[in-house]
């Protein structure tokens, strides 16, 4: 079974960073699409950024800029860069793997079929 397991998240003041992280095991990010996703209080989990298998990578429009997708494919972790921090960004945090594409990821969670639990990032102002 796959598991995924993030860390990193914590409370920030207004335009701070964070970079948080996610470990798998049982499996290699290489060769698949991954991605994170944030889920706030009362709305649905939206797609943050993904990474393919060739590093290519995709953001939603409300964190271009700020926040950067990457992996690390010898230490098997996902990455998420996090700067520019507003109180919006305040969620919880998901990594996941799509266990079907490769090159073409879709930012949609219906496309990802792994999940961790999920590491909270607080944007005070």
């Known amino acids: 079974q796959v598991q995924l397991v993030e860390s990193g998240g914590g409370s920030v003041q207004v335009g701070g960073s964070l970079r948080l992280s996610c470990a798998a095991s049982r499996y290699t990010y290489s060769n698949v699409c991954m991605g994170w996703f944030r889920q706030a209080p009362g709305k649905e989990r939206e797609g943050v950024a993904t990474i393919n298998r060739d590093g290519v990578t995709r953001y939603a429009d409300s964190v271009k800029g700020r926040f950067t997708i990457s992996k690390d494919n010898a230490k098997n972790t996902l990455y998420l860069q996090m700067n520019s921090l507003k109180p919006e960004d305040t969620a919880m945090y998901y990594c996941?793997?799509?266990?079907?594409?490769?090159?073409?990821?879709?930012?949609?969670?219906?496309?990802?079929?792994?999940w961790g639990q999920g590491t909270q990032v607080t944007v005070s102002s």
């Open positions: 996941a793997a799509d266990a079907v594409r490769a090159s073409t990821c879709i930012l949609a969670r219906y496309a990802f079929s792994y």
